[in-house]
């Protein structure tokens, strides 16, 4: 699959990951639309990228609001070739907390509910829509990209919602690289490992200096751009198909 010509949908695309992607997307030839909230950039976002770019406002917790933002998409572009989830949030709590609260169960399914549950209805709404694309070269109809964590595999104290929900974003993409085998849509995810991007800049700087110690090499954050060129390569190498690729300068995280 080429990027040029092509058309995409990103989730979450007015900030950090999500506007990286769509900046690729664009910038090589392809249209994208933006979902996110209402209440984001993104309509500026798609205003100051041209005629390429579409914002779909949604609440991606409302199926029915989801559903009828990929159709808005599919309607605009005649089809779509891409989908990349990254849409999430990242509480950080610990099971007993310093006032020595309970951590709430409805923190837990929150976190779960955006992190996994929304992103698997996306895939599977978007994933309706490719059904009825005409094939590309080796049959291709789409391909689905959903963006987890390294946090997935080794969880740090405080993430056990994260990194539950995530640990279900990788659990997800083999089995859903199978479903769709057969109708030629691939489905790929990316684990990043610690990005520059909004939510971890809302850290405590002691945090962020903890975490920049950690990196094998090179020794610095990633770049949102880093994660847009991975997408880039996913579309175009499709022999790429039900893994997790972890972007994250060899670093492996410790319990703290």
Known sequence: MQVAGSAGLVTGGASGLGRAVVEMLVEGGAR?????????????????LGDAAIFVPVDVRDTEQVAAAVATAADAFGRIDVVVGCAGVSPHRQIFANDGKLFPIELFRRTVDINLNVLF?????????????????????????????????????????????K???????LPLARDLAEYGIRVMGIAPGMVNTPMLASAAQEYRDSLADLQLFPSRFGRPSEVAALVRSFME??????????????????PR
């Open 121 to 165: 209805d996306v895939a599977c709404r978007v994933a309706e829509q490719m059904v009825n694309n005409t094939p590309r070269e080796d049959g291709e109809r789409g391909l689905i990209v959903n963006v987890a964590s390294i946090a997935g595999y080794e969880g740090q104290i405080g993430q056990t919602a994260y990194a539950a929900s």
């Open 32 to 48: 994208a639309a933006i979902l996110d909230l209402p209440e984001s950039s993104g309509a500026a976002i798609a205003e100051e």
């Open 167 to 173: 640990g279900g974003v990788i659990a997800l993409t």
């Open 237 to 254: 190498i499709a022999l790429l198909n039900g893994e997790v690729v972890r972007l994250d300068a060899g670093v492996r995280l410790p």
